[in-house]
């Protein structure tokens, strides 16, 4: 199922491909993604935008919350951003801290290549019970 | 000054120009930002991805919160995704809540071209007491 | 049924009673609390404590997300403190932003009693389909 | 130094006494409060208070982040509500996510006695630069 549901968000999801967004791992309750940092995602600061983290972290829970191939929905999110990067990697690893029928939560950590903290992201979705392949 | 800020914006936000954020208004305190949502902003589910809501308000709350020439930098965010849409246009609508010397404090509303509600956002900045023009 | 479940909340919840939260005015989809502020309320700083402001939130948010006599549960909640202060009456006021079958979303302002906003609150819920009274 | 600011918690936060929470442990960047749950801490569903279970929380989110004796204010916080309880031993843990001159992150998580989550909280403070005792 994960690796269907992998080709699925790959196939599917424009915004992730736009932004570069890559599936590292993912299972029942978890998601590793991934993207690399270029000039065209940087804020008039140079530095990577919060749009382009909370991006990056909201992939990461969409996978990790559909993972168990029931359509869930994005309720809210919060974002503390602790770090600003100017390029490199980004990894961000989201886990389930609530396992519900209708509503779970999620917190999802972003790091940069070296293992910093740059933001700490968490969320809570609503599922449809329709899956999603 | 607001001229020579949104000069600023728009010249230097790499990533609010890969994603077609405009600011249409902006002054001490506020700011609004629109854009257009096309196929290559939609998640795996044909909805406009969270990402790029988020993104849009964080950019008005980018742009309301440095309004005053004061480097400020965002220390978290929360948003409620209200509705999902796949088109059109979407506005972000951002005003002070807060204004202190070192932590302000900003809400955003995100509305589709018809005036529905999509988003609640909210988040604090940390200005730096250093200009940005 | 405003005034059935004002009584309702003034008779069961004993949270609110012993931190002397009163309800001043609801409605559908909205809630008036206050609470005066004593020295028992107060934090190591001498400054009213953050939970109390939030529980005074809280319980605005509450009785407005129940207004329809619809049991709602809350499922999460953001709030941004702006000012302390150490006595004189609280206010909470909240307001339904988005109104759905199973989940909405409602924002809270907090204010003393000169209108200075200390806090604002912002949370979503989870509607049960069981009616309260 | 860490048994100096228990004793000025203990004796000065007014609130915490007024609802019975202990310091269990602290330390550089962590502290680990517990209370009991007891009827007049209920809600009118019957259920722990989420006003409560934010307090609890943010207590241990004060102890730890004043830990340094650097007086630190909450600038906001964030809760995710994952079960409810009615009675029984609560604690809080929290620990440090971002450690900063200016700004810093904690992440609290609050459990039952059986060691299930019942809530989720991030928040950030702002130092103060000025020591509590």
């Known amino acids: 199922m994960s690796q269907q549901l992998k080709e699925f968000f790959e196939r599917r999801d424009r915004f992730a491909r736009l932004l570069g967004f890559r599936i590292v791992d993912m299972g029942e309750g ?3 993604v991934e993207a690399e940092v270029s000039e065209e995602h940087l804020n008039a600061a140079d530095v990577l935008h919060g749009g382009f983290l909370f991006s990056l972290a909201d992939y990461a829970f969409a996978v990790a ?3 168990r191939n029931d359509l869930s929905l994005a309720i ?3 974002i503390l951003f602790h770090k600003g990067i100017s ?3 980004v ?3 989201a886990r389930e801290i609530q396992e519900g ?3 779970a939560g999620y917190s999802v950590e972003i790091r940069d290549g070296g293992g ?3 933001a700490t992201f968490t969320g809570t979705v609503y599922r449809k019970g ?3 392949v």
């Open 101 to 103: 029928k209708r509503i």
């Open 130 to 132: 329709i899956p999603l």
């Open 91 to 93: 990894t961000a690893v």
């Open 30 to 32: 978890y998601a590793t």
């Open 87 to 89: 390029g490199g990697t």
């Open 76 to 78: 809210n999110a919060n």
């Open 116 to 118: 910093t903290l740059l």
């Open 65 to 67: 919350s559909n993972s």
